[in-house]
């Protein structure tokens, strides 16, 4: 899972390019993606990922301004509206739209209900996982979409495309179809409730101590590089800090656990995120009649090696850790026909 860092890697290789065969103009174009963590952008040069918490006061103006020297267009979807720093998603997405054209006036933003809109609208708000779908439904016209982020997990039956146009990430918690759960920032009581040691059933305090950063690094899911959202204590990513901070959910100290305690919190944690995805992901598919699922995200070549199905990063290289910015950006050329 070395590709979350690979920033600068080139994207002209692409199979599924094909989607979009005029790429003159869209080399021109810059997709980008507003999560409430990451920030993400595909130019031409490649994709760049940015821990960009917008809780934290981020400076999403600067950091979009670095992108703007060769080309003033934009095509943008988000979900960093639900940050709970904005008292509502409509203020969440106004700051974002804004935060947007100041860097490039001229953006395009895609919305829920399959158009591009130039202002703040209500269908903006968490908009970039049905881009994905649009993207990917002529390639894929049957699959379940997977893309595991850093904080959720997108369930999306393609072929039911014209029913997902205007769903609210409410409506998509209902359907199963986003399951808040991630590679690096759910935390640990949020999916398990006790762990065995040595024998012995032990309750987890519910504080925000570890995360599950934390358990796929100490796992060799990820490195420390690839953990780049903030650790709960603001510390090192490394696995000693990590297994430090998985002992004090069971509020201890390593020494009072020892590594191999700590390890089995991780392998708890890990075994029931993997259950979690894994059993809504054969919910959606007896929905959607198919067996066919493709992978994308940071977490794609994790989650797809459990269940089996397409990693998509064969197909897609770098940008499939960053497909809704990749997707925007193609769309928004396929349908102006540039």
Known sequence: MG???????????????????????TKERVGIDVGGAHLKVVDHNGVHIHYCPLWKGAPLKELLGNYNKETGSAAVVMSGELADCFPSKAEGIGFIVDSVK???????????????HRDAAPQLGASNWLVSADYLRELYPGAVFVDMGSTTTDIIPIGRFEELKGLTDLDRLQRGYLIYTGLLRTSVPCLIRSVLLDGVPTPVSSEYFACSGDVHLVLG??????????PPDGGRRDVGAALRR???????????????????????????????????IENICRKAGTNEVIFAGIGSGLIAKKFGGTNLSGALGPVVDALPAFAVREVAGRDSGS
């Not at 100041?102 to 591009?116: N, S, V």
Request: charged share 20%.
């Open 246 to 280: 998985l002992a004090r959910v069971v509020c201890a100290d390593i020494d009072e656990i020892g590594e191999a305690g700590a390890r089995v919190i991780a392998e708890t944690f890990w075994n029931a995120q993997k259950d979690l995805i894994i059993s809504g």
């Open 3 to 25: 590709r979350l860092t690979a920033n600068n890697m080139a994207i002209s290789h692409l199979k599924v390019i094909r989607m979009n065969e005029n790429t003159g103009n």
């Open 221 to 230: 899911h990820i490195t420390g590089r690839q953990y780049t959202s903030d």
């Open 102 to 116: 100041a860097a490039f006036p001229d953006a395009l933003f895609y919305g829920t209900d399959k158009a591009f």
